[in-house]
């Protein structure tokens, strides 16, 4: 049902565009030949007076072929200018209402959606904070993330960004992407002493606070967490299969350990309450799907997005300026051992070791190299939660200082696979997301560190769609001889290559690896280490490398809130509708023009990551599928009326063979008042056709890349 409510979803915004360049064709006097919904060969036809009905095999558009119509998209040819019902015939009035007839149905149908639902209750993910980063990296550091700088908490709710009103997270988000180079300023609604008043951000007057570009996504952003829904989305045991009695899909918790959870929380303040459990057993009391009552007892595992229970050594990713950590003597690269005494067995452990303390003091105890230390420091209070500005990191690259053991306990799944200490994980291998976990691992060795630059970790990193970054090529990889300049001669047991090219490493890098590089060794992986970053090489090891599929002993149960939350907006006002309505449609138009400049700038100046934020024909088929399984049919249909939008937009852009290209020819034939040479017009078209189809294989390979990844 899903599949046929994106594939009707995806049909209508070109069908209702279509058809409008059909009605105005009609009322202009002109012939249609034929009226289809797709490209290329013909799947099924059906002639109803003078005009074809047809699907065709490539659901990428579709076409209206008009009498005398020059099309290079249908291979139609030039008509008689003379024939009353052609299209060359009819005054440049007529050409220019038909061009305008779909951008204007699709306009006007949107528009009508959005009004509608903003009558029944528009679906807008609440624009509350649901959790705030106090750190962010940026430029290879820990700082204080915009939010903190703002002083956001989690809980407000965001009337206004930069003085634009905002109803819903999304437009949240694209406020920032598009401000990202002026100072952000907002107006919240948070309790005041008992009391719900607005108050204005920053706090400190004068203070300017700009937005972060993320390293990861490539995308602009302040450290703010969307909101999650009430209800489970997945629950996973991490031993095997649910068991009678566990919490289910679509479960909602009433109770945590006795306690109730009030009847407005949403999904980041109930795992909030869980976090304290990370690793321990809890009582739950849950309203199931079905409306029936009922009790669990569950050992909590954390959220399966965040790989929470696995049992691999937690490390320190980075650490924040002027945080307990840092003035204690922590460093980026030491790995976890113990909070007072309990071992740490996994990062979502220690992230949960650190919530119960109360504010006491606490002893830390890493290893750095071959040393363990101890370190003394009280957690500080970050928003609820206990903190010690650390970014907690899964360790994937290097030498195993010891095995954690499960959170019951007993050994864990590095154990169980046969690793002992001192062997080491190479890399961890990409798999499905809902796979275990997945590592290449060696039995002994040495280890060392080759140090690397900022440039080189984006290097390594870089997300280009045509080709693998060159961590995932590089890690994981046996040397089988001497570096050259710019290339590695390699031998690998995951991949096909024999050779890599490190053109766009550093000189300094290239030449470190030079020096540092052997026939025989392994290249593991990237990690933070001390006040730098590092490649690890392990030299010496004993065996071949082996795979380890880890499946974590424990009995633990994940949990995981739903992301899918769009409740209906309800009004202040009727006139609100309206409101609603307008200012949807003018930001879908409006916004998205000011975004696409964004697409060519660096990340320096602001710039956004084309192959992170695009998509595709594919893509907007999935949203489809997506919005109508889990959300609802009103969010499947706001997600109509903006897809319509973007259409009306994009056939309004002045490239040839669209309608705003089409456009420009009349007004160029008005000024000058003859027809331009029909050479210069097919060049145009056929130039046009040609950057259509490029961006279109673009997008359409950004979504298969999304697939693959």
Not at 330 to 352: H, M, Q, T
Not at 391 to 399: H, I, L, S
């Amino acid at each position: 049902m899903f599949w046929i409510l994106a594939l009707l979803g995806f049909g209508f915004v070109i069908a209702i565009h279509e058809f409008g360049h059909f009605t105005f064709a009609k009322l202009a006097g002109v012939k249609v030949e034929r009226f289809s919904i797709g490209f290329g060969p013909i799947l099924w036809s059906r002639r109803v007076g003078e005009t074809e009905y047809s699907l065709s095999l490539l659901p990428l558009g579709g076409y209206v072929k008009m009498l005398g119509e020059d099309n290079p998209a249908q291979g139609a040819t030039v008509g008689d200018a003379t024939d009353p019902r052609s299209y060359l015939a009819a005054s440049r009035g007529w050409k220019a209402l038909i061009l305008l007839g779909g951008v204007t149905f699709n306009l006007v149908s949107s528009w009508l959606i959005l009004v509608g639902l903003a009558f029944w209750g528009m679906p807008m993910t609440p624009p509350v904070i649901a959790g705030i980063a106090p750190t962010i990296e940026s430029d290879g550091a820990m700082k204080p993330s915009p939010a903190k700088l703002l002083g956001l908490r989690q809980g407000d709710e965001v009337r206004e960004v930069n003085g634009q009103r905002t109803r819903s997270w999304d437009e949240i988000a694209m406020r920032v992407a598009i401000d990202n180079k002026q100072p952000i300023t907002m107006r919240v609604r948070r309790e005041v002493d008992g009391a719900v008043a607005e108050v204005a951000l920053p706090e400190t007057p004068g203070a300017e606070v700009y937005a972060s570009n993320s390293p990861i996504y490539r995308f602009p952003t302040i450290g703010i967490e969307r909101p999650l829904g009430p209800t489970l989305g997945r629950v996973a045991r991490l031993d095997g299969e649910l068991r009678p009695g566990d919490p289910r899909p679509d479960d909602r918790i009433l109770a945590i350990d006795g306690v109730a959870v009030p009847d407005d929380a949403l999904g980041h303040d109930i795992e909030r309450r869980l976090r304290a459990f990370l690793g321990r057993v809890v009582a739950l009391k849950l309203a199931r799907a079905d409306g029936s009552r009922d009790d669990a007892s569950i050992r909590y595992a954390g959220s399966p997005r965040d790989n929470l229970a696995i049992e691999v050594p937690a490390m320190v990713g980075g650490v924040m300026e002027d945080s307990p950590a840092q003035r204690a003597g922590v460093r980026a690269g030491d790995i976890l051992l113990a909070v007072d005494g309990e071992p740490v067995r996994s990062p979502g452990n220690f992230i949960g070791q650190v919530n119960r303390r109360d504010g006491a003091e606490l002893v830390l105890r890493v290893r750095r190299g071959d040393e363990e230390l101890d370190f003394r420091l009280s957690a500080a209070d970050a928003l609820g939660q206990r903190v010690i500005g650390v970014r907690v990191a899964e360790f994937f690259a290097g030498k195993l200082p010891f095995l954690p053991p499960a959170l019951d306990g007993s050994p864990g799944a590095l154990e169980a696979a046969g690793m002992r200490p001192g062997d080491a994980l190479l890399a961890r291998i990409p798999g499905a997301k809902d796979e275990k976990p997945r590592y290449l691992a060696l039995a002994g060795g040495t280890e060392i560190l080759v140090p690397l630059t900022l440039h080189d970790l984006d290097a390594l990193d870089d997300r280009n769609i045509f080709k693998r970054p060159l961590a995932s090529r590089l890690f994981g990889v046996q040397v089988t001889a001497a570096v050259a300049d710019d290339r590695i001669a390699v031998e690998d047991h995951l991949k096909n290559q024999d050779q890599l090219q490190l053109g766009a490493l550093s000189d300094e890098t290239r030449s470190a690896l030079r020096a540092a590089l052997a026939p025989g060794d392994w290249i593991a992986g990237a990690r933070s280490e001390g006040e730098g970053n590092a490649l690890v090489v392990i030299r010496g090891a004993s065996a071949a490398p082996r795979v380890l599929d880890l499946k974590p002993v424990s009995d633990a149960v994940a949990l995981e809130f739903t992301p899918f939350y769009e409740p209906p907006y309800r009004l202040e006002h009727w006139s609100e509708a309206f409101a609603i309505a307008n200012g949807s449609a003018r930001r879908m138009v409006t916004d998205t023009l000011r975004l696409i400049p964004k697409f060519f700038a660096s990340r320096a100046d602001g710039g956004i990551a084309a192959t992170q934020t695009l998509s595709g024909p594919i893509g907007i088929f999935t949203m489809f599928k997506t919005s109508a399984e889990k959300v609802g049919f009103a969010s499947f249909l706001k997600l109509v009326a903006l897809i319509g939008l973007n259409l009306f937009l994009v056939n309004l852009l002045p490239i040839p063979i669209v309608d705003g290209g089409q456009l420009l020819f009349l007004g160029i034939e008005a000024v000058i008042r003859r027809p331009l040479p029909e050479t210069m017009r097919a060049v145009a078209n056929y130039a046009g056709f040609a950057l259509v189809v490029a961006l279109m294989m673009f997008t359409i390979g950004i979504d298969v890349w999304r697939l693959i990844n």
